[in-house]
């Protein structure tokens, strides 16, 4: 396609053009209709002199401004001279999803970077009714650049991801509500190694009344900037900005009012939901452009909503200012020359353009104003080894409210949160806080205030240095007493200051608000300080104040925490000091001391005598096993202390006696499996008594214990039995049986167990030898009935290693040898209820007992009692007989453990006391087989299930030969 232009002396600039050639003052570069949307400028060198470049690459090119429109990429190119702007997308009304490239360009004369940009100043029609402007999606990218024309803040050198402006002259509209809506919502700015000389902006979202007619109908004015994200990642830290770096800011801004009455303006301002994320950079400061000389600090900024009004004549009945939901990230390195906020609300605010006797008279501007900054987040994150440290010099907020001329004010400042990690803040930290413009304090108009500053956090960890103070909450009481009192609508609650680890606080003072506790309206503020050891200036204001001291090492005459200046007043918080972990508290080397000093103040002294302490004993590690209990106290003078009690065993230590339950259950297990219908064999068939038979039983299984104290026990292994069965009485005396067997047995299994403080793994073998005499009933009013009675003894072997869960003192244990015995007695009935079925009912009492020992375990003699174990057992096995040679069968048991109590001490201390006592339900599915009728060899195969006390399943399989 061959293209046309109004002018042939233009050049020709397409897509992908490479060129070097110089173009004259006041060029423009025409890409709509050669680029075709897209345009890519590689290695040019534009040469302005003194006058504005524009490239335009939209359906719009304007000779006032300097524009590159669409999607636009500037790559190796030189702009020699002058000043230029560059700009994605070039409106009135709407400009979305532009997107601009900037890379590696040399600028010597760049002005300004716009995504897009919406400029109307303008008188409106009197028969229009509002002004709606969008610039939504727009991107601006910048990468290995240098902006070397700017001096810092807007004027010169700023990039904004969109520009959205709109400034209305001279409303006349008189039959219904003028509107002026401004939004700039969804757009992105990302910078990489480069250098920005002014102001950077994810979104700028700008609404203004500078002049409404007499008798026009009152005027809205909206400005959203919303969900707009800033990012700038630096390698090296030559990458510099100078002035802010914003997410996202509205802003309201009203000049003159030539109307005929008050309240004629109203509006509201949202800045919700930005994010800005800054690796690797300095954000400096630049020189005043008031010609003060003063240097104004770079700031970060998530989201800001401002009211401006700059003529005293304005009124405005009500207006709203949103900035919640925002995000900042400050990490790697970054230095910021100001502050860093999450979210910023201004109400009211008067700037420098206000008349002397105006600010003195103390004028009303605003009659009512509901501002929030709520849910924003804010992270300082460093590394405190690195040679570049993550620093703010300023101060960092999570949410902020600033007001001057309001005379009513809604404020709410609700679960912001800070985090600074590893990082140095030479300011102060606060999650919220509602203040006034640092100039104005003396002539503050504010009648009424309902504020609401609750649930916000600043959590320091990880070796981060400050230099400040920090208030969970802060509201400003410079007011005028008659003006507004600390007893209106003010609530304080629930702000939390979160100290991890080992940080550097030895400036800070902390706050948990800077109202003092008896103010009525300030409860449930919290400071928690977990595994922290230094100094402080002080702590005040806070209703409750926590010590964990999990991972710390008490040294005498040296106070965990230090408070260097004023006077400490605890006595109207609750005081808790303790440790979270498992483990207990550490000493660092030798004897324990008799008192340890806990919270100390070394200037003035420490006051807590009214104080409620949550806790009143601290556990101290003694030895590896052995604790000794603190209690904790006010020495009434200047500190809290932990003075020696008593000593005690540690907690978990009765893992040991656990584990010996899990070998009690193994040993019980295979009692039952031992004695369970094995002469069954002393019957042939064809009725006729075999002199005796041997048998051999095998049982796999997988069993769990739940012990009284809720222990987990787990044992999994296998049991082996050899026994030789014979008839004791006379052969030919068939309507009894008088029947013995003597069996060997053998086991082993390995052993878990695990208590709420630790956990531990072994084995356990065991082999012995039992004996069975058995009386059985075949005629008579008795038929059916028996009485078995056994008895077995031999050793078992146990090795358990434990180590404390969360501890870092390693694991210990035990391996020893004991003595078992056991002996019971079972009586049952076999009811023949049929000719092909039959009903097994038995009772049984079995006693169990494992012997103890004393063993050293990681230096401290432990005596390990007996288990002993007494069980009661009642069952029903219900049999199908009508074949022959294959009798299957079902079982349903009830069992209930009386004792199997685990007992010991340690360096003659009582360890806890556990013990598996309870009831446990069996049920049970087998099949007995003969290969034929008359053959000496049964087969009998069964699986059993467990649950309640006991839980698992066991499978057996028993072969037998009659000879």
């Not at 990458?239 to 003159?256: C, D, E, F, H, V």
């Not at 964990?548 to 006077?567: F, I, M, P, S, Y």
Request: charge should be negative; glycine fraction near 12%; hydrophobic fraction near 35%.
């Amino acid at each position: 396609m061959k293209i046309k232009y109004p002018n042939p002396d233009r050049p020709f600039i397409g897509k992908g053009f490479s060129t070097t050639k110089n173009f004259s003052p006041r060029h423009n570069l025409v890409s709509s209709l050669v680029c075709l949307s897209v345009c890519s400028f590689t290695s040019g060198v534009v040469s302005a002199e003194n006058d504005p470049v524009n490239l335009c690459a939209g359906d719009r090119c304007v000779s006032s401004y300097n524009v590159l429109t669409d999607l636009a990429e500037i790559s190796g190119g030189n702009v020699a001279a002058g000043h230029i702007e560059v700009t994605g997308g070039f409106s009135d009304l709407t400009a979305n999803g532009n997107t601009v490239t900037l890379d590696s360009f040399d600028d010597s004369a760049l002005k300004h970077v716009f995504g897009a940009r919406i400029s109307n100043k303008r008188t409106p029609d009197s028969n229009t009714a509002h002004t709606y402007a969008t610039a939504n999606g727009n991107t601006v990218r910048i990468s290995s650049m240098e902006f070397t024309s700017g001096n810092g803040g807007d004027s010169n050198g700023a990039v904004y991801g969109a520009f959205n402006w709109v400034s209305e002259n001279g409303i006349s509209v008189v039959d219904v509500p003028y509107e002026v809506i401004t939004r700039a919502i969804g757009n992105k700015v990302y910078i990489e190694d480069s250098s920005i000389a002014g102001n950077v902006y994810g979104a700028m979202s700008y609404a203004s009344i500078l002049r409404i007619e007499p008798g026009a109908t009152k005027a809205l004015s909206h400005a959203f900037a919303d969900d707009n994200h800033l990012s700038l990642t630096g390698t090296a830290l030559e990458n510099k900005t100078q002035g802010m770096l914003i997410g996202g800011k509205s802003w309201l801004y009203t000049a003159k009012d030539h109307g005929s009455g008050d309240d004629i303006v109203t509006g509201f301002a949202t800045a919700k939901g930005n994010t800005v994320s800054v690796s690797g950079y300095q954000v400096e400061g630049y020189p005043s452009h008031n010609g003060s000389g003063s240097l104004v600090p770079g700031t970060v900024i998530g989201g800001w909503a401002r009211l401006n009004i700059n003529d005293g004549s304005v009124r405005y009945p009500s207006v709203t200012a949103n900035a919640d939901n925002n995000q900042v990230e400050v990490k790697d390195g970054t230095s910021v020359a100001g502050d860093v906020k999450g979210g910023t609300a201004e109400v009211g605010y008067r700037n420098e353009y206000l008349s002397p006797n105006e600010k003195a008279n103390g004028k009303v501007y605003v009659t009512e104003a509901l501002a929030t900054a709520s849910g924003n987040q804010v992270w300082v994150i460093g590394d405190s080894q690195a040679s570049d440290q993550t620093k703010v010099v300023g101060s960092v907020y999570g949410g902020h409210v600033i007001t001057s001329s309001a005379q009513k004010i809604y404020a709410t400042l609700q679960e912001n949160i800070v985090t600074i990690d590893g990082a140095s803040v030479g300011g102060s930290i606060y999650g919220a806080v509602f203040g006034l413009p640092e100039s104005e304090t003396e002539n503050i108009v504010l009648t009424e205030a309902t504020l609401n500053l609750s649930g916000n956090t600043v959590l320091i960890q990880n070796e981060a240095t400050i230099d400040g103070n920090v208030y969970g909450a802060y509201v400003q009481t410079q007011f005028d007493s008659a003006k507004i009192a600390e007893t209106q609508n003010v609530q304080v609650t629930d702000n939390t200051v979160l100290v991890r680890g080992n940080i550097h606080l030895d400036n800070a003072e902390l706050y948990g608000s800077n109202l003092s506790v008896d103010h009525g309206n300030q409860s449930g503020n919290q400071l928690e300080m977990t595994g922290y050891s230094g100094s402080m200036k002080n702590i005040t204001n806070f209703n409750g104040v926590s010590l964990d001291l999990n991972g710390l090492a008490l040294k005498e005459n040296e106070a965990v925490v230090t408070l260097t200046e004023g006077q400490t007043d605890l006595s109207a918080t609750a005081v808790n000091i303790f440790t979270s972990s498992t483990d207990r508290i550490v000493t660092a080397t030798g004897d324990l001391a008799q008192r340890y000093e806990l919270i100390a103040n070394t200037d003035t002294g420490l006051s807590a005598d009214e104080s409620t302490f949550v806790n009143r004993t601290l556990t101290v590690a003694k030895s590896y096993s052995v604790d000794a209990v603190y209690n904790i106290v006010y020495d009434n003078e200047n500190s809290i202390d932990a003075v020696s009690s008593h000593n005690k065993a540690r907690q978990g230590t009765d893992i040991f006696t656990e584990g010996r339950l899990a070998v009690s259950g193994l040993l019980t297990s295979g009692a039952d499996f031992a004695l369970d219908r094995k002469l069954d064999c002393s019957i042939n068939k064809d009725g006729t008594i075999p002199e005796r038979c041997v048998y051999v039983d095998m049982q796999a299984e997988k069993l769990r214990y739940k012990t009284k104290n809720d222990a987990r026990l787990r044992t999994t292994g296998s049991h082996l039995v050899l026994g030789l069965k014979g008839k004791l009485n006379d052969r030919e005396d068939i309507d009894k049986d008088i029947n013995g067997a003597v069996y060997f047995e053998a086991g082993r299994a390995n052993l878990r167990a695990t208590n709420d403080w630790a956990k531990g793994e072994g084995d356990s073998e065991y082999y012995g030898l039992g004996l069975i005499g058995e009386y059985r009933q075949h005629e008579g009013s008795m038929k059916g009935s028996y009485i078995q009675l056994h008895g077995r003894i031999g050793q078992v072997s146990n090795d358990l290693n434990a180590a404390f869960i969360g501890a870092g003192d390693g694991s210990a244990g035990y391996d020893e040898t004991s003595t078992y015995w056991g002996y019971g007695v079972e009586i049952g009935y076999r009811w023949v209820t049929s000719e092909s079925t039959r009903l097994d009912l038995a009772a049984r009492y079995r006693s169990l007992t494992v012997e103890g020992f004393d063993s050293t375990i990681a230096g401290d003699r432990y005596e390990i009692d007996d288990v002993e174990s007494r069980r009661t057992h009642l069952g029903a096995r219900f049999n199908y007989v009508g074949h022959k040679n294959v009798v299957p069968y079902v079982g349903l048991a009830w069992e209930y453990e009386f004792g199997a109590k685990a007992n010991g001490h340690v360096a003659g201390l009582a360890l806890a006391e556990d013990s598996l006592k309870g009831s446990t339900g069996v049920g049970e599915i087998g099949v007995k087989v003969s290969p034929s009728e008359g053959s000496p060899w049964t087969i009998d195969g069964s699986l059993k299930g467990y649950f309640g006390r006991t839980e698992g399943v066991a499978a057996s399989l028993y072969v037998s030969y009659l000879f």
